[in-house]
């Protein structure tokens, strides 16, 4: 059976007041085959290290980008993480193929309900046209972009709600971690929680 | 006179250093290892020292005032109102039980008349404070249950000694129809009694005002002149002081001392009083002991064993008995009655007070008061053993021996955070934790500050912050995190190599000037230090570079990038710094390192090798491909 390597990157400005990145981190594997990167605990004054960051990127397999949802985007240190590490001729370019082939998806929360992403919701839009622009980098990366795994509703949520979410990510990473992941299946679904509800025994019990 | 003094000093401290050791080796408290000590070098075995050996207790006698003076310090006003149940509750019963019990006991079986017999009874009714908090103290029970209750009838006592001392000579009015008596010296005795005891309440309040307004100021005064010795000599002063301003009244001096420790325990100055006054009572009292050994008067045991011997029994037990009721009446747990009982068993250094006093009166015959005298020692010489034996063979039967509790009804004020040095550096780092409602202890020498700092109600500590007594008082040991913000280089580190010496538990953030502290700080094992040159200088280059014509934020990106390469170069050289020849001069020293730096530099391409938001540099790429 193959490892994988998970590098998870992760960006919360204000994590100490969030419920569900906590719940959702509490229950991650304890293995050293997963990374967590606290991206705002290392680069408070975003002066992103480089160099250190790619050769991160290089060491792991699968990288996720997990971030709450914040106007439709990211928070902003890991929009400047794109901009600072994601260099021409290093990921992309003519001589840029260091994250070829690797799989990114990202791990979002929103505040708003499932029902809201939609054209005729509040958001206008679904969840992975917002997400085009991460989408697109990724594809310029030459990175496989799978779709997200996506906690909705966190507003809405009491604790034993965190804690099932969390516990439903924790199952499905450490099947991440020890499984030949299969892309065209995945590419199949609109959300990642979703192909774990139908593909995964574990989850969701 | 001179070599006499020096050959006295050479066989008291001798005798300590050659027996407390052993004691202490064979594990007996300190306390035995200075009475053996005198008994060897006293009169009835080695006779190395002959009768001074009393005017050596006299003197030594102020290691008991010191004492006084330093448990005074511990217990502000507001904990010793929280004691006062205590003090006058099981106090009170210890000391008229047990002087009712051997009065009535003495005329009973000794026959002796009843102003003798009273002299006597309250004499041996007062334990040893010396004894008993020294072995507190060596077995850290001072702030345990026990400590507490013991240091309550201790304190009784003490103030008892002041009325048995006044009634004493209206016994021998009795006795010999007034006369001709000195009350000891004493300026008031000429008086009547209500003017005496007007005196006394005067003393009493006027030590109150004037160690809150004379002495604080002038402790003030004395800081500011930063002389270390000066204040040691001001603190030595204060207790003297005290002491010979009672001594006129006709107080007890450890009264005095007492009280003007608590006035002065809320001062600021507390913690460094104490560590100034704290080895000369160790001294003292090491003397006081070698004195009682010294003065034990084998002859007369010798002359009637079996009489000295029962008493010494009798008076142990009696003493036992109407503790350990006491105790009952205050529903203590057996194991804790048990040691708080033998603890206070023997007779005290008051007793000696007492008897001494009554002897200049001529109430009790010599002889018999000698013999007493023996009685005292001795019975202060067992109590070491009692304690001994009950710890080894009577308490494991009893039941769970209380462990040195960390008792739950006193609160822990102690914070996590402990800054040392509160000028502009440590000020502004204590004023951030504050604005974010960090509690932070201060250790400042500067009495001014610390007057203020109190004032605006922080946790303020006066005195010299690498004294490992004040480090401990000030919380160290428990602290998460102390931060070394001293303006002086040389004493920030040898604070920081104190620190990690004697708690190496907590985690140290450390000023440094500038590059050559930091690397001794590295050498130190020091990881967290910050170069005050460092980040303002970087900040002024970087606004240097935005008046040159920069953009704002590529001129702070470069120095933000300037300082992590310095603070990798700074680790660097740090270790390459000892490579180098160790006789080099400081000044030399400096301008190599600068050499080295700048050839460093010379390498460095800040974002030389980071192309973020650079199109310029896609656009070259791109129109160079396109070319081909």
Known sequence: MRTNKILILFAHPLYEKSHAHKALIKHMPKTENIKFHDLYELYPEFNINIKYEQELLQEYDIIIWQHPMYWYSCPPILKQWIDMVLEYNWAYGSKGDALRNKLIFQVITTGGKKENYNATGTDRYTIQDLLQPFNQTAQVCKMIYLPPYVVHGTHLMQEKDYQTSGKDYGIFLSELLNMEVPINQILKYDYLNDWCQNELKTYGN | ?628
């Open chain 2, 1 to 628: 006179m001179e070599t006499n003094f020096l050959f006295e000093s050479i066989l008291y401290l001798g005798a300590a250093v050659l027996f407390v050791p052993i004691a202490k080796k064979v594990g007996l408290s300190s306390i035995l290892g200075y009475l053996f000590a005198g008994i060897m070098i006293g009169p009835s075995v080695l006779g190395l020292i002959g009768q001074d050996g009393e005017d050596i207790m006299h003197f030594a006698e102020f290691g008991v005032v010191m004492m006084l003076f330093l448990i005074g310090l511990e217990l502000d006003p507001y904990k010793f109102w929280k004691m006062r149940k205590f003090i006058a509750g099981m106090g009170s019963l210890q000391v008229i039980g047990t002087t009712i019990l051997l009065f009535f006991g003495l005329q009973l079986f000794l026959g002796w008349n009843w102003q003798v017999a009273l002299i006597i009874a309250m004499a041996l009714a007062l334990s040893s404070t010396a004894i008993v908090l020294q072995t507190l103290k060596e077995k850290g029970q001072s702030n345990s249950a026990l400590g507490r209750s013991s240091f309550a009838v201790l304190l009784f006592q003490d103030i008892a000694v002041i009325p048995i001392l006044a009634v004493i000579p209206l016994l021998v009015s009795e006795v010999s129809g007034g006369g001709d008596l000195e009350l000891n010296g004493s300026l008031i005795s000429e008086l009547s009694g209500w003017l005496q005891t007007l005196v006394v309440v005067v003393v009493i309040t006027s030590i109150y005002f004037s160690g809150r307004y004379v002495l604080v100021p002038l402790l003030r005064i004395v800081a500011k002149t930063r002389l270390q010795e000066l204040f040691t000599a001001s603190a030595l002063l204060v207790v003297v002081g005290v002491s010979y301003l009672m001594q006129l009244v006709g107080l007890s001096p450890a009264l005095g001392a007492f009280m003007a420790g608590v006035v002065l325990a809320n001062s600021e100055f507390r913690h460094e009083l104490e560590s100034d006054i704290a080895p000369f009572k160790g001294l003292l009292l090491g003397l006081f002991f070698i004195g009682v050994g010294a003065s034990i008067n084998f002859n007369l045991i010798i002359e009637n064993p079996l009489f000295i011997l029962l008493f010494v029994l009798a008076l142990t037990v009696l003493k036992f008995l109407v503790l350990f009721a006491v105790g009952l009446i205050y529903k203590k747990k057996v194991d804790q009655n048990l040691q708080f009982s033998i603890g206070l068993s023997q007779a005290g250094e008051f007793g000696f007070v007492i008897l001494s006093f009554s002897m200049g009166l001529q109430i009790v015959p010599n002889d018999l008061a000698n013999q007493v005298l023996a009685v005292v020692a001795l019975s202060m010489l067992i109590t070491p053993f009692l304690t001994l034996i009950n710890e080894k063979y009577i308490l494991p039967n009893v039941g769970v021996k209380e462990k040195a509790e960390d008792s739950a009804d006193e609160i822990h004020e102690q914070n996590e955070v402990i800054i040392a040095g509160f000028g502009h550096f440590g000020s502004t780092i204590g004023r951030l934790l504050r604005a974010n409602k960090i509690d932070v202890t201060v250790l400042d020498h500067d009495a001014d500050r610390v007057e203020l700092l109190r004032k605006m109600g922080f946790k303020v500590y006066y005195g010299d912050a690498t004294r490992v007594e004040l480090l401990k008082s000030a919380g160290a040991e428990e602290a998460k995190l102390f931060i070394a913000a001293i303006d002086n280089p040389a004493v920030n580190l040898k604070l920081i190599e104190v620190i990690r010496k004697n708690f190496p538990n907590v985690k140290i953030l450390a000023r440094a000037r500038n590059r050559i502290d930091a690397y001794e700080l590295i050498d130190h094992g020091v990881e967290n230090f910050y170069r005050e040159t460092l980040y303002t200088a970087i900040h002024m280059g970087v606004d240097a570079l935005v008046q040159l014509g920069f953009r704002k934020y590529t001129a702070t990106r470069q120095g933000q990038q300037f300082i992590r390469y310095d603070e990798e170069t700074t680790k660097r050289l740090a270790k390459k710094r000892h490579d180098k020849m160790a006789y080099m001069v400081t000044v030399q020293e400096e301008v190599e390192l600068q050499e080295e730096l700048l050839k460093q530099d010379l390498h460095l391409q800040l974002g030389g090798n980071d192309h973020s938001w650079d199109s310029e540099y896609l656009k070259k790429d791109v129109n160079n491909r396109n070319f081909k």
